[in-house]
């Protein structure tokens, strides 16, 4: 909102078409980058810069960041659907994934979000799911 010097802003907008500029996108990249620590890759974006689809990906990339500090060696394309527990994750590192989620996202996951178990895509759709609440709520 700020980069684009709107009050009401539609996450299902193009960026562009809300008033952005090449040179605001490079402000608003440059910005996630200093704020969380993360690249974007603007691969992602080959269709249009959709708000929603920006704060997806940043979601996803503080999401990864955090997985990653937790679970060591951890290989994306091959272990997206393996279980925390078989990846090396231990019930106390559970408990830092869960914390350090909720510090970083503002977003609270609880033990029994994961009865069923935990991989990394269904991390990833618990916040996907507290996401959206988040998102609406903005």
């Not at 008033?19 to 890759?41: A, R, V």
């Not at 269709?47 to 990339?61: M, R, T």
């Amino acid at each position: 909102k700020e980069i684009l010097d709107v009050y009401d802003l539609d996450p299902e907008l193009d960026f562009f078409d809300q008033g952005g500029t090449s040179l605001s996108l490079i402000q608003l990249l440059n910005n996630t980058k200093e704020l969380f620590g993360i690249s974007l890759d603007m691969g992602r974006f080959s269709d249009g810069f959709i708000i929603a689809n920006y704060i997806s990906e940043v979601y996803y990339s503080l999401a990864q960041k955090i997985w990653n500090s937790i679970i060591e060696d951890f290989q994306e394309a091959s272990d997206t659907d393996v279980d925390f527990f078989d990846l090396g994750g231990t019930s106390l590192s559970l408990i830092q994934l869960i914390n350090q989620t909720q510090d970083s996202l503002s977003i609270k996951l609880m033990m029994s979000n994961f009865s069923e178990g935990i991989t990394f895509r269904s991390y990833l759709n618990e916040i996907g799911k507290s996401q959206l609440v988040v998102t609406k709520n903005n």
